[in-house]
């Protein structure tokens, strides 16, 4: 089971049609999954999923940046998470990295830095972000834009973050999170 | 949340106020007429009609008229953005964008210049199911323009029902076109649409075709009860 967290400002919002759902179909074709939103989780939401998905906002939604303490839980579980956009954003803010204004609307080339499990050699993604991550000193990064950090991933967790939109021209990378 | 909707008229832009208006508030439409046929950007058959479904609807209208040249009409809805935010306080605008990348980036851009939202309920949707969900939310809705082999004129002007998406979806194995016409193959007018107080009526239209391009051109229509 593979828990898809809504991450946008309000529960059942106009963004979560455009940012949570295109993420369920592609969950939908490999694993059962269930959604809920930020505000609504519970401990057995946690305990019983095998994966977690933070879905990414809207341009202007930056709802969770702004509430920590609904994320405490990210330190804490053990189970693997994909950051997605906001989602990589919130993750950073949790773990103490520095967000940081840097605005990409788009189809962007990305540079793979490392060999890795999600991507592989230069491509290009849709992006759709105002903020990114810096001073990662807990992540390892993964890929690059010419302006900013695009995936990271803890040194010691399996906590992966990217800022780009995998959901709309790179789904095989939420596959590889999902079978690896 | 005070939503002006992107609106062209056809199915898709129709189908994003619908999923808008059940979850914010739409105080405007927002439309451009181009003049390119051949517009990247925006629908083109019958955009005369948009005033009867602004009509309709019971919302007011911004349409401004764009050359279509391919920056400037950019410009053009930058402006007619600008125009509906002064205008009737809009925080967000809502397009009906389903996959192109093109479209939505602009959009994206030009609304975060603008310090709005943006919303497009439809992205990445499958598009077979959108057209089924037209079926069950009781839109009428005619093709009004195609423009891509094997398409021809006896599409013009047919009702979307189960069976002619059935061909669309038929089409898509066979010739990869895009069963909600997102890359511009077919163009679609709503007739009738759950929002609608009135439905539109055509008096009187003609088909102005030439091999796999051709439009259906509503010449007089009204509003008549539902």
Redesign the interface.
Known sequence: MILIVDLNWKK????S??FL??IA?VVEKLDNYIVKHYLDLTDKDLSGCVKIILSGT????IATLSQPEKFRWLKETQKPILGICAGMETIGMVFGAHLVKC?E???TPITTLKENILVSGDFKA?S?H?YCVESLEDFEVWAQSAKCVQIIKHRTKPVFGVLFHP???NQELIKRFIEC | MRLGVLFSGGKDSTLALQYAVEKEEVVCLITIASKNMESFMYHTPNIDVTSLQAEALGLPQITKTTEGEKEKELLDLKNAISQAKKEYAIEGVVTGAIESVYQAERVQRICYELGLWCFNPLWKHDQKTLLEELLKKQFKVIISGIFAYPLDEKWLGKQIDAKLIDRLVGLQQKYGISPSGEGGEIETTVLDAPQFKRQIEILESKIEARGNSGIFNIKRARLVSK
């Open positions: 059942d919002s106009l963004g049609c455009e759902l295109p179909a809207a341009l202007k939604d605005l609307i788009g189809m849709y759709l105002s959901e709309v021209r």
